[in-house]
């Protein structure tokens, strides 16, 4: 092997380190920026990378202003799992319930296939935290009375998600005046803090609960996610979405 091959390789594994790296954006690291435009306009920059990232168990979804995307295999190191969703232990039903308010998240942010479809370099609509958990309600109350007529809709976990959402009160203050983490209010705000901290939303303002932006590369993501049975579910209880944007 030449030492350009090896020089190739280094340099593939320095942009995928690059892209596990949170926050660290091109525009503000010029190797980054110059790395990725390599992997752009040179096949064996991109057949390096790919490779690297395939021998970590990850793949290259894209690339966004704020860098590049990648997605991890469910049997990979870098796989994110319910299980460590958050440091404490979760029931059975909360990560159940946990799973639908991402599945909802995702949904309010891309609710039809031109949402997905949109630029790679365009960021995403902004929203607010209490619009969100008026729409989680909705959806879960959507999703029942569909139920009603159809027993077997949605897989079993779903159906119990949805169940378990309805009975939890929306909001609730700790003594120190934070929000109940197991009211619908905890945890929304909880799963758009993990989002934020994956670079996928970025706060905004604390303005309706807070308010939040979808990134491009939360789009990327959410595209890997539309062919998953349960999110094509939850996109297409359109009415749930339009009566909480109205409010």
């Given at each position: 092997?030449?030492?350009?091959?090896?020089?190739?390789?280094?340099?593939?594994?320095?942009?995928?380190?690059?892209?596990?790296?949170?926050?660290l954006?091109?525009?503000?690291?010029?190797?980054?920026?110059?790395?990725?435009?390599?992997?752009?306009?040179?096949?064996?920059?991109?057949?390096?990378?790919?490779?690297?990232?395939?021998?970590?168990?990850?793949?290259?979804?894209?690339?966004?202003?704020?860098?590049?995307?990648?997605?991890?295999?469910?049997?990979?190191?870098?796989?994110?799992?319910?299980?460590?969703?958050?440091?404490?232990?979760?029931?059975?039903?909360?990560?159940?319930?946990?799973?639908?308010?991402?599945?909802?998240?995702?949904?309010?942010?891309?609710?039809?296939?031109?949402?997905?479809?949109?630029?790679?370099?365009?960021?995403?609509?902004?929203?607010?935290?209490?619009?969100?958990?008026?729409?989680?309600?909705?959806?879960?109350?959507?999703?029942?009375?569909?139920s009603?007529?159809?027993?077997?809709?949605g897989?079993?976990?779903l159906?119990?998600?949805?169940?378990?959402?309805?009975?939890?009160?929306?909001?609730?203050?700790?003594?120190?005046?934070?929000?109940?983490?197991?009211?619908?209010?905890?945890?929304?705000?909880?799963?758009?803090?993990?989002?934020?901290?994956?670079?996928?939303?970025?706060?905004?303002?604390?303005d309706?609960?807070?308010?939040?932006?979808?990134?491009?590369?939360?789009?990327?993501?959410?595209?890997?996610?539309?062919?998953?049975?349960?999110?094509?579910?939850?996109?297409?209880?359109?009415?749930?979405?339009?009566?909480?944007?109205?409010?």
């Open positions: 092997m030449t030492p350009f091959h090896f020089e190739t390789i280094e340099s593939a594994a320095r942009l995928v380190a690059f892209g596990l790296t949170p926050g954006k091109p525009a503000r690291e010029p190797a980054y920026a110059q790395l990725i435009e390599r992997y752009r306009t040179d096949p064996t920059m991109r057949h390096c990378t790919d490779a690297v990232a395939r021998g970590l168990h990850l793949a290259v979804l894209g690339f966004t202003p704020q860098g590049v995307v990648l997605g991890a295999n469910e049997d990979g190191p870098f796989a994110h799992k319910l299980a460590d969703y958050r440091r404490t232990t979760l029931s059975v039903e909360d990560r159940m319930c946990h799973g639908l308010v991402q599945l909802a998240i995702a949904a309010w942010c891309f609710p039809a296939a031109q949402d997905l479809a949109a630029s790679d370099d365009s960021a995403g609509l902004r929203f607010s935290t209490n619009k969100v958990v008026a729409y989680v309600v909705r959806l879960s109350e959507e999703l029942q009375r569909r009603q007529h159809d027993p077997e809709l897989s079993p976990e159906r119990e998600a949805w169940r378990a959402i309805l009975q939890r009160p929306e909001t609730r203050a700790t003594p120190d005046g934070r929000r109940a983490a197991s009211t619908l209010h905890g945890m929304v705000e909880y799963a758009l803090e993990v989002l934020d901290k994956g670079s996928l939303v970025r706060r905004l303002s604390d309706d609960g807070g308010t939040w932006q979808a990134l491009a590369a939360y789009r990327i993501h959410v595209r890997e996610l539309a062919a998953h049975d349960a999110f094509t579910l939850v996109q297409s209880v359109r009415p749930a979405r339009d009566a909480a944007a109205q409010e």
